[in-house]
């Protein structure tokens, strides 16, 4: 029989490892187990012939996921996943964020740089920061009026309440403690914030991604304003290290299918592992609240933006929404729209044919400051809040929420869990006790997947729009 090289070192490593796990014992069963994971990948991709593209290959594996963290949870192997499943998660995220700054910035000064005039530079600004600003207003206020229609916290029992109080009140805590911290800011330390005291520093952190947006596009206008030839050099450069960060992120998503899965599963377990029936009964008593802020991500996803895309673009809707979908899948398992940024970014060009200049700009400021799915979240989670501690919202404290909301999701990291952070500050805002928090911990972590999804599909939904804008005026 003719055997592949693929099949040989697997024969290879499992003859090995039985082999030394029967000689030396738990040394080698350890190691069997720490690369238990990408074994299983490198078998199951070594015997299943057919060739699948990567999104169906990501989605089998979100669904591999489920079902091998359902198990896990059934048969109790808790600290198996998180010790020998979780961490290839881990590798994963880190690797997307690893690209994620060299990436903006070569990007970014290769797109500003070759813009032929800079009064198109203005107004892809101005289209880009009214767009992002018009789609967070929009989701706040659809949130609000689905929360007012449906009401969930109006029918949540008392027990529940003091329960959850008690359960999560630590967790709710610290969350207001960081909470503190933004809000005891002073008010231009936003716009210190944009501007780095040391390029090196902003590039070496990637919370700093608004300071390298602002380096790059200083750095993209001095190269137009320069003659050809003093910028020549730098300007291959810039082109040569483009193209080779693009294939480093083609050569990343290979891992994506084998990260995807250790992040779902080990999320999975990590909700249900100890007290599978617990952690269902609390996911159910904030089913109607929970589902109100879902059904809220569904109409921004299905509805909003492909009415905008009709309506201002000559974009098939349909076509968009299928673009879209492995940016959504990076983006839902990962938590992050700021990991999911150099998807985002790849899939807008190839996929939506947006231009370079347009992608390199729009969406890393989108990825950092718009976040439609995080606005929509914290206003059905203040109303909901509010309706479970029997206070009645006046309009003005309504009206005061879309203010608030709008501005901490503009603060809202792209990171898992920031945006209940900021949920902190509008609840302050509007007067309902913080600790109001500690009522929707349960749900948090699905609920950010799902917002997650919402943050990235809004931001190539408004590069879809101004790149098409673009197009018409050039
Ligand atoms: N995880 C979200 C994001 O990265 C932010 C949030 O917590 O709402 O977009």
Do not use: W
């Not at 489920?66 to 880190?94: C, D, N, Q, W």
Request: proline fraction near 3%; glycine fraction near 6%.
């Amino acid at each position: 029989m003719k055997l592949t090289l693929q099949t040989k070192i697997l024969i290879g490593i499992l003859i090995g490892n039985t082999l030394g796990a029967i000689l030396f014992g738990s040394f080698f069963l350890n190691t069997l187990m720490a690369i238990a994971v990408p074994l299983t990948f490198f078998i199951l991709k070594s015997f299943v012939r057919i060739k699948l593209n990567l999104q169906t290959e990501i989605l089998l594996s979100m669904l591999l996921g489920v079902i091998f963290g359902s198990l896990a949870i059934h048969y109790r192997l808790v600290e198996f996943t998180a010790m020998f499943v979780k961490p290839y998660g881990a590798i994963f995220i880190s690797l997307l964020k690893a690209i994620a700054v060299p990436l903006v910035f070569v990007s970014l000064v290769k797109g500003i740089s070759s813009l032929s005039d800079m009064s198109r530079l203005s107004r892809l600004s101005i289209r880009t920061i009214i767009l992002y600003m018009s789609t967070t207003v929009i989701a706040i206020s659809f949130g609000l009026l689905l929360v007012n229609i449906v009401n969930p916290g109006n029918s949540f029992s008392e027990v529940k309440k003091q329960e959850l109080r008690a359960k999560f009140a630590k967790e709710a805590e610290a969350k207001t403690e960081d909470a503190k911290k933004v809000n005891d800011r002073p008010p231009l330390q936003f716009l210190l914030d944009f501007i780095p005291d040391n390029m090196f520093k902003a590039a070496g952190d990637n919370s700093k991604m608004l300071q390298i947006i602002f380096i790059a596009i200083i750095f993209g206008i001095a190269m137009i304003m320069l003659p050809d030839k003093d910028v020549l050099a730098f300007k291959n450069f810039v082109d040569s290290l483009n193209e080779i960060i693009l294939k480093v992120i083609d050569i990343i998503m290979l891992y994506a299918p084998i990260g995807v899965f250790a992040l779902i599963s080990s999320l999975l377990v990590e909700f249900g592992g100890n007290n599978l029936s617990d952690a269902l009964d609390l996911f159910i008593a904030l089913g109607s609240y929970s589902l109100t802020v879902i059904v809220g991500l569904m109409l921004m996803l299905f509805f909003i933006y492909p009415t905008l895309i009709f309506i201002f673009t000559k974009v098939k809707p349909g076509h968009y929404l299928k673009a879209v979908i492995p940016i959504q899948m990076v983006a839902f398992s990962t938590s992050s729209s700021a990991a999911t940024l150099p998807v985002t970014m790849e899939h807008c060009e190839k996929s939506l044919g947006i231009s370079k200049e347009v992608a390199s700009f729009v969406l890393p400021i989108g990825a950092t400051i718009n976040m439609d799915g995080t606005g929509l979240y914290q206003s059905v989670s203040a109303v909901f809040i509010a309706q479970v501690f029997g206070y009645d919202l006046t309009m003005q404290q309504q009206l005061n929420i879309i203010l608030t909301a709008t501005l901490a999701s503009i603060g809202t990291a792209g990171v898992p869990g920031a945006g209940i952070v900021m949920l902190v500050i509008v609840l302050n805002a509007i007067g309902i006790a913080t600790e109001g928090i500690a009522l929707i911990f349960a749900v948090e972590r699905i609920l950010d997947m799902f917002r997650t999804v919402v943050n990235v599909t809004g931001d190539a939904a408004v590069a879809v729009i101004v790149d098409s804008k673009d197009k018409e005026n050039t």
